[in-house]
Structure formats: structure tokens, C-alpha cells
């Protein structure tokens, strides 16, 4: 059973390195317009056997119930490894044989990403990463099993994921994809976002932002 698995945090808590640019509302409007963009995409994917959505918030729980995926509803916020690890410990046990993680900030994410990902038919014991546009962080993580190795979400990912792989005796192949790799977390990442100009939820709300406008204008 191949399982998509998407961590999201509380949108009112969200964003936090955009705290001097955006205000708490604006920061709250781009996290539901990045997951709706993803929440296309994973909705036009044909390949997860089933979807299944961790967060602590009541708002995005219903929003993943109403799109008809399964939810681990967590009492309170954790980190996004111990998310993914004890979701993918439990995801396993029900039958799941690879696990891929994305994120909810990436809203670049075509339904075809997800199928390419998913189709390469993964075997055990082996696990791919999709590195984010700087080449440090893990923007995607496909596993089989599941819990092959630990999660490291956070600075400097890519490669501690690529340790953690190598202690379990775990083979990793690293794939690019310029979708996958545009998170957006700073100021940088929204402009080379907005330059881009595509067809999405996102993309219509940043031009609204007066930090977008008066970097364009200027």
C-alpha cells in the first residue's frame, strides 16, 4: 500500500520566519492558500493507495476529512520528525509498504510529481529524497518501509537524512525536482515564488502583500 502523508501545522502558529514581513492573518491566509494548491494536486494524483493528514488543528483536520483522507489528529504540537516518525510507525503497522512524505508549502506541487514518485515501484530497505532549492533541506521523502530510518526534518535535512539511511544500511537515491523544491519559508522564497507567475491559490494571494508589490515596483 503506497500512502502519501502530509504534516501540517497550525495555520495560527505557522510561518514564523515571515513574522517581520507578514502579519499573523496575512501568514494564516498564505499557510491555507499553499494547502489548498497542494490539496489540488494530491486530489489529482491517481497513484496513493490512501492520504492521510497529521496536525493538531481542529480546521485542518476537517479539511482533510472533507476531502475525504484519513487523519491522525494530534493533542498538541510536535515536532515535524516526531509527527512523521510515529505516523509512519503506525501507518506501517496497517499495511503500509511506502510512505512519502511532502509538505504543505510547496504549491508548485503537480499531481504529476506525486504519480513519478510513487510509480518507481521502490523496493525495501531503500528510500528516495527531492531536496529543496537550496539543496539542504528535504522537500520529499519516500520511504520503504516506512520507518527505515529515523526523520530529521529541519536545517540541514538532505544530509542527515542521507546519515541516518547509511547507519540503517537503508540506499538512497536523490531526485530533483525544481516543484517539489520551492518551499515557501522567507522573503526570498515568496519573490522567486511570485516571479514564476503560475496558476495558483498562492500566487493570486502574494500579490496582495505590500512586501511583494514594493519589491516588484522597485
Same mark, same amino acid.
Given at each position: 500500500?503506497?500512502?502519501?502523508?502530509?504534516?501540517?501545522?497550525?495555520?495560527?502558529?505557522?510561518?514564523?520566519? !515571515?513574522?517581520?514581513?507578514?502579519?499573523?492573518?496575512?501568514?494564516?491566509?498564505? +499557510?491555507?492558500?499553499?494547502?489548498?494548491?497542494?490539496?489540488?494536486? +494530491?486530489?489529482?494524483?491517481?497513484?496513493?493507495?490512501?492520504?492521510? +493528514?497529521?496536525?493538531?488543528?481542529?480546521?485542518?483536520?476537517?479539511?482533510?476529512?472533507?476531502?475525504?483522507?484519513?487523519?491522525?489528529? &494530534?493533542?498538541?504540537?510536535?515536532?515535524?520528525? &516526531?509527527?512523521?516518525? #510515529?505516523?509512519?510507525?503506525?501507518?506501517?503497522? *496497517?499495511?503500509?509498504?511506502?510512505?512519502?512524505?511532502?509538505?504543505?508549502?510547496?504549491?508548485?506541487?503537480?499531481?504529476?510529481?506525486?504519480? #513519478?514518485?510513487?510509480?518507481?515501484?521502490?523496493?525495501?530497505?531503500?528510500?528516495?529524497? +527531492?531536496?529543496?532549492?537550496? *539543496?539542504?533541506?528535504?522537500?520529499?521523502?519516500?520511504?520503504?518501509?516506512? =520507518?527505515?530510518?529515523?526523520?530529521?526534518?529541519?536545517?540541514?535535512?538532505?544530509?542527515?537524512?542521507?546519515?541516518?539511511? =547509511?547507519?540503517?544500511?537503508?540506499?538512497?537515491?536523490?531526485?530533483?525536482?525544481?516543484?517539489?523544491?520551492?518551499?515557501?519559508?522567507?522573503?526570498?522564497?515568496? !519573490?522567486?515564488?511570485?516571479?514564476?507567475?503560475?496558476?495558483?491559490?498562492?500566487?493570486?494571494?502574494?500579490?496582495?502583500?505590500?512586501?511583494?508589490?514594493?519589491?516588484?515596483?522597485?
Amino acid at each position: 500500500m503506497k500512502v502519501v502523508l502530509i504534516p501540517v501545522k497550525n495555520p495560527n502558529n505557522a510561518k514564523q520566519r !515571515l513574522t517581520s514581513q507578514l502579519s499573523p492573518d496575512q501568514r494564516r491566509n498564505l +499557510v491555507w492558500a499553499m494547502l489548498q494548491d497542494v490539496t489540488r494536486s +494530491v486530489c489529482q494524483s491517481t497513484t496513493p493507495d490512501r492520504v492521510v +493528514v497529521v496536525s493538531s488543528s481542529e480546521s485542518v483536520i476537517h479539511h482533510a476529512i472533507h476531502h475525504g483522507w484519513d487523519v491522525i489528529q &494530534e493533542t498538541e504540537q510536535v515536532s515535524e520528525s &516526531e509527527s512523521v516518525d #510515529s505516523s509512519a510507525q503506525l501507518l506501517q503497522s *496497517q499495511g503500509a509498504s511506502a510512505l512519502l512524505r511532502l509538505p504543505a508549502d510547496i504549491p508548485l506541487l503537480q499531481a504529476k510529481d506525486i504519480d #513519478s514518485l510513487l510509480n518507481l515501484e521502490l523496493q525495501p530497505g531503500s528510500a528516495i529524497l +527531492v531536496p529543496s532549492h537550496d *539543496q539542504t533541506g528535504t522537500n520529499a521523502l519516500l520511504r520503504n518501509p516506512p =520507518g527505515a530510518f529515523p526523520s530529521r526534518f529541519g536545517e540541514n535535512s538532505l544530509s542527515l537524512h542521507q546519515k541516518e539511511a =547509511g547507519e540503517k544500511g537503508v540506499q538512497c537515491t536523490i531526485i530533483q525536482n525544481p516543484r517539489i523544491a520551492l518551499d515557501l519559508d522567507e522573503l526570498p522564497d515568496l !519573490l522567486r515564488f511570485h516571479s514564476l507567475k503560475s496558476q495558483t491559490q498562492t500566487a493570486e494571494l502574494l500579490e496582495q502583500f505590500d512586501c511583494i508589490q514594493e519589491t516588484s515596483l522597485g
